[in-house]
């Protein structure tokens, strides 16, 4: 609603002021771009980058908040076996995979 009565109150009452709404609305794309769009970008990829990487006995954290270390890659199969305790296995999906404990944290700190 506020943006609606922005762009309204950018609009001018004589008419002809379509080139300033069409101006207005490339930088906001701009700035939702570089604010928003951009480092979320960035960001998967970074992760992709982090899965591409595992190996065995690499530390993780899966996006359900389950901390714990590769034991089998199962390659070919959407999923890996990680190891959450000592004999203790579970499998996960590749997918759920987040990040190495230490950027975890380092994350939730920003």
């Given at each position: 609603?506020?943006?609606?009565?922005?762009?309204?109150?950018?609009?001018?009452?004589?008419?002809?002021?379509?080139?300033?709404?069409?101006?207005?609305?490339?930088?906001?794309?701009?700035?939702?771009?570089?604010?928003?769009?951009?480092?979320?970008?960035k960001r998967?990829?970074?992760?992709?980058?982090?899965?591409?990487?595992?190996?065995?006995?690499s530390k993780?954290?899966?996006?359900?908040?389950?901390?714990?270390?590769?034991?089998?890659?199962?390659?070919?199969?959407?999923?890996?076996?990680?190891?959450?305790?000592?004999?203790?296995?579970?499998?996960v999906d590749?997918?759920?995979?987040?990040?190495?404990?230490?950027?975890?944290?380092?994350?939730?700190?920003?």
């Open positions: 609603m506020l943006f609606i009565n922005f762009l309204q109150d950018a609009a001018p009452a004589a008419g002809g002021g379509g080139m300033q709404l069409i101006i207005m609305l490339v930088l906001m794309f701009a700035i939702m771009y570089f604010f928003m769009i951009r480092p979320q970008k998967q990829k970074e992760i992709q980058e982090f899965r591409n990487k595992l190996d065995i006995g993780i954290v899966t996006s359900g908040g389950i901390y714990g270390s590769v034991k089998e890659l199962n390659v070919g199969e959407p999923y890996l076996t990680i190891e959450v305790s000592k004999g203790v296995s579970i499998k590749r997918n759920s995979v987040f990040a190495d404990p230490n950027q975890a944290a380092l994350s939730q700190e920003r």
